[in-house]
DNA sequence: AATGTACTAGTACGAAAGTACAAGTTTGCC
DNA sequence: GGCAAACTTGTACTTTCGTACTAGTACATT
């Protein structure tokens, strides 16, 4: 009756049926029923491959971290194409901020890494990439503050609801690169 | 039995114990019966006041994103005393984090806006008039990407339990509010 | 003083949750 | 074929929750 067995693609369905959920009821909303239901799994399949709930939320919310750090690679690539660099990450943000429930996720995870300290280095994955990134076309500083000001705009896009004004971040963004440390 | 009456008293109890928790637990993590523990209430007052546990973490937000835009008064006067504004603003921004709990209430406020349309306008409360308020010193665009600027350092000494750069985000602070439009 | 309204406080009830578990099934290995 | 380990699945147990409710108490108004 249980028709073929894949317990990695199964664990793969409960993680991304997580991710899907997040977005819609935040990381504290997560339940095992929820999660099995919208995977399409019986409840004890959750608790078979995840002890506990915060495992199954940390292995979500990892997997989010993974795939919103692995954008950057196509950050990468666009900012060596590009000659406008302030321009480029404007729409790149633009761009990231399309996929609004990834983004959601990567939100949810700052604010539950303040009280799970386990979370941390997951949420400064994104954070990181981009400094790191930022860091061939300025200084460290500038880089940062760079990564900061899209992060609150994206914050701002996402609460509000309302879209980005990627003209003004790009003008913003050519301002803090342009500064010395 | 019941001691003297307060109802008002009682209320701002209930609300001010709420506030306390969300730091602690997060919006959602909000129960009646923890309210009620931590206001040294019954049980029955928290459903006696507000109906349900929305109303309940609605006028907790409510009173925090008040309480949060009441700060920016010290901040208007602050930057009337002082000569250098990205300086003065930088700091203000580390005054603000320092009372953790309000900015953590603050972030959390933004989340739960995204599910909660009738939050927005609480969420917007903080960012609306720290752009105002920046509004006297630069363009529109150059005020919003301070705030954006001032908003995603917040957020990110939060999640990163790490304190702020405030050298560096008075630097990038002079670079956004000269910028042009 | 009486009287109705506002408030208090303890309890109760149904729903939903996390987690545990037992019994059965598939699979890989000898 | 036989067997152990991995996996499946439904159910059951306990806790905790939101909310409702009842019986009583204080207070303002008359």
């Given amino acids: 009756m249980t028709g073929r067995r894949d317990p990695e693609g199964r664990r793969r369905a409960i993680i991304e049926a997580a991710c899907a959920l997040i977005p819609e009821v935040g990381v504290g909303g997560l339940t095992h029923r929820a999660v099995a239901a919208r995977a399409g799994v019986p409840l004890g399949a959750t608790t078979y491959y995840f002890a506990t709930l915060d495992d199954l939320s940390r292995a979500a919310l990892a ?21 406008d ?18 983004a959601l ?24 990439g981009l400094v790191d990134l930022l860091g061939a076309y300025a200084d460290p500083g500038a880089a940062e503050a760079a990564a900061f000001l899209i992060d609150g705009a994206l914050l701002r896009a996402l609460s509000d609801q309302r879209p980005l004004d990627t003209a003004g971040l790009a003008t913003a963004l050519r301002a803090v690169l342009r500064a010395g440390a």
Same sequence: chains 1, 2.
């Fill in 63 to 83: 997997h989010a971290a993974r795939s919103a750090a692995d954008g950057l690679r196509a950050w990468r690539q666009a900012l060596r194409a590009g000659d």
């Fill in 85 to 102: 660099v302030a321009a480029t990450v404007a729409a790149l943000t633009e761009e990231y901020l399309a996929d609004r429930d990834r």
């Fill in 105 to 128: 996720t990567e939100t949810e995870l700052y604010l539950a890494a303040v009280r799970r300290p386990e979370l941390r280095p997951l949420a400064r994955a994104w954070f990181d």
